[in-house]
Every structure is written in C-alpha cells, then in structure tokens.
C-alpha cells in the first residue's frame, strides 16, 4: 500500500511564498529592534574603544543572535500570517478563496505546514544552538563562571543530614573558602548534633572526591562546645557519586536554563529529584515542558494570525494587529509568574507550562466563533 500525499495547489505555492516573506520580514524587524537599542550600541563602543576588534564584535552580534530568533519566531509567524491575511481581506482574495468553496482549515492548510517548519528551527535554536552560542560569548568575553554553593549529603535511609558543604567561591574545579559540617549519628527533637567543623582555605575537586587543603578542625562536644582544634593538611570528602553529584549541582546552579542544552537539562533534572530538591526540579521541569511546548505555540501564534486577519470591509484593520500585539505581549510577560509558580510548588510544572497552550487554543476557538468561519 503506497502512501498518497495531498497534492500541492497554486493556492499553497501562493500563499505558503507570501506568508513565508512577511514572516521572514517581521523576523527581521524584531531582531533589529530588539538588537540595536543595548546589545548593537555596547559592541560599536567597545569596538571603537580598542577592546574588540572587528571580527570579534561580529561574532559576539552572530552568537547573540539564537537567543533573540527564538523569541522573534513566535512574533513574526504572528505577524507575518496576520499581515497576509489582512491583505488578501482588503485585496477581495479572501471572499473568492471562500466563494469557490475552501474552508478555513483548507485555507490556513499551507501556514500549518510552515509554522511547522519555523517552529522545528525554534526547537533547535533552544535544544543546543542557544547554549552553543552562550558558551562562546562567555569565551569570547572572557568571562569566568563562579559559583557559590551548599550541597548537604544526606543519609539514604533516614533522610538525615551527614555532611554539609558550603562553598563561598568555585571557579572550575577549583574551590576556597570551604566550611564543612560533619553531622554526628545523634538527633534531639530534630536537631542535628555536629560533630565537626572543618574551615579550608582551598581546595580542587576530582571525579571521585573533593579534596581540601590548609584545614583548620573544630572538634564539637556532646553539649555543642568545640573543646580541640586541629590543623590538617588534606582532607578528602564528598567520595565517589556523592562528589560527581556536587560539582554537577553546584556548576549549574549559577547557568539559566536557556544555558543547557535539551540532554544535559534532563539529566540536571533527574539529579535534582533523586537529591530531593522539590523547588529546583519544579522550575526546571517546568522549563523542560516549556521548551516541548514552545514550537507549538508558534503553530498556535500562527493559526491565530490568520484569524485575526480575517476582517470584514468595515472592520477595523489595525485592531487584529492590536490583538495580536496584546496575545505575545501577555504571553511572554506571564511566563515568569508561572515560572515561579512552578518553582515555589503552588502548581504543578504540567499545568504552568501547559496554561499558555490552552489559553491561545481557548483564544483561536473563540476568535473562530466570532468570525463565523
């Protein structure tokens, strides 16, 4: 049985080419506009000061750009489709597309395949290019990452704290500043007795430990009271998964998600939940959802352009542009409230990453009705 796939009109040529050079153009536009006030402005100057030369200053506008395009490609299929749309009303095309008996899923049949194509390219541009190119400008820029972190080792059992670890400055694998509190087996009505406080100047991390150096050692008595102090060269802690496990938490918890590319992000977040850090899974879980969905709701921006292009000679032609303005402006000005919704455990990340689908669906549906298609 051989497959048959639909056959491909002058209709689709037409308007898959027109849809496709107004998105193209309101891309663009977007990226200029978001490009040009702070990011264009800072590398002219920088440039023109001697700190950069010219090929290093295109670079850092070159590597700027996914993380712009993933927000400008949302924008311009919205644009791009309800600007078309608009034009074909005015232009009558729209009337004999109807008059000759196509329905509106027939109609918007080409701008479904191509807000699909768009919104692949978006995937990738958050799935590696972006945190591709985030690595590159950190290079570039010569800026080092630091870090500062607690990380609690914690019995598999009980629950009950072993080791903390607090580590005032990390850079690479290289750590200074490092207190850590050594937990006794003993527990008075759920406080944790130390045993011993142990205050490094510096220290490295390997793949199987942590190794402290220049170690001053507080010995804790049963009543609370350090009663010896000890001077120790070396010190070994966090052994085997337990210090992989640390240096992963503590390396990314100072990157934004953007930073992360789709493989490593899944793997940050099992670990977060196998150490039980609810807050920090949800908004990352959260992320993950959002990263899924995010193509799709360029489908959704598309499929709503269209609506609201679809305008009557008497209706007012800039208030579709006004809507639609008004849906990416909610859209992306929401997201951190239900980021934060997701990280402090008021929903789930399956409902805040999925409320702004429903909401565009809700919104096409209801525009769908309004305009008697």
Excluded at 134 to 142: D, M, Q, S, T, V
Excluded at 196 to 215: C, H, Q
Excluded at 228 to 243: P, R, T, V
Excluded at 302 to 312: D, P, Q
């Amino acid at each position: 049985m051989s497959l048959k796939f639909p056959k491909i009109s002058i209709y689709d040529r037409y308007i898959f080419k027109q849809v496709a050079m107004a998105t193209l153009v309101a891309i663009l536009l977007f990226t200029i506009v978001w490009i040009a006030p702070e990011i264009l402005l800072n590398t002219i100057k920088r440039a023109l000061a001697g700190e950069y030369g010219m090929k290093t200053a295109i670079l850092l506008l070159f590597y700027e750009l996914p993380k712009i395009l993933d927000k400008a490609i949302p924008v311009g299929l919205l644009l791009g489709t309800l600007f078309t749309f608009d034009k074909l009303s005015k232009d009558s095309e729209m009337t004999i597309f109807r008059a000759v008996g196509m329905s509106f899923q027939r109609i918007v049949a080409p701008i479904i395949v191509l807000s699909i194509l768009f919104s692949t390219f978006c995937f990738m541009l958050e799935d590696s290019w972006t945190p591709f190119a985030e690595n590159k400008l950190r290079a570039i820029r010569g800026e080092v990452q630091t870090a500062q972190y607690i990380y609690t080792q914690k019995d598999k059992e009980t629950g009950h704290p072993l080791l903390a670890v607090v580590v005032s400055k990390a850079v690479g694998k290289n750590v200074s500043g490092v207190l850590v509190l050594d937990f006794a087996s003993n527990v008075y009505q759920d406080v944790h007795q130390l045993s011993n406080i142990y205050s490094a100047k510096r220290g490295y991390i390997e793949n199987d430990k942590w190794v402290l150096e220049d170690i001053e050692n507080y010995k804790i008595s049963n009543d609370g009271i350090y009663f010896d102090i000890e001077h120790l060269n070396k010190l070994s802690i966090l052994n085997g998964q337990d210090a992989m496990n640390a240096y992963i938490l503590m390396n990314y918890s100072t990157m934004k998600e953007r930073d992360i590319s789709t493989t490593k992000l899944k793997k940050y977040i099992k670990l977060l939940k196998k150490e039980n850090l609810s807050e920090e899974y949800s908004y990352m879980y959260n992320k993950l959802l959002q990263r899924y969905l995010h193509p799709l709701v360029c489908v959704l921006l598309a499929i709503l352009g269209c609506l609201l292009g679809f305008s009557k000679p008497r209706e007012q032609k800039f208030l579709g542009f006004i809507i639609g303005i008004g849906c990416v402006f909610l859209y992306y000005i929401t997201l951190p409230f239900f980021d934060m919704l997701a990280e402090k455990e008021i929903l789930s990340p399956y409902l805040t990453a999925v409320f702004p689908v429903l909401a565009f669906c809700a919104a096409i549906y209801a525009f769908y009705k309004i305009k008697d298609l």
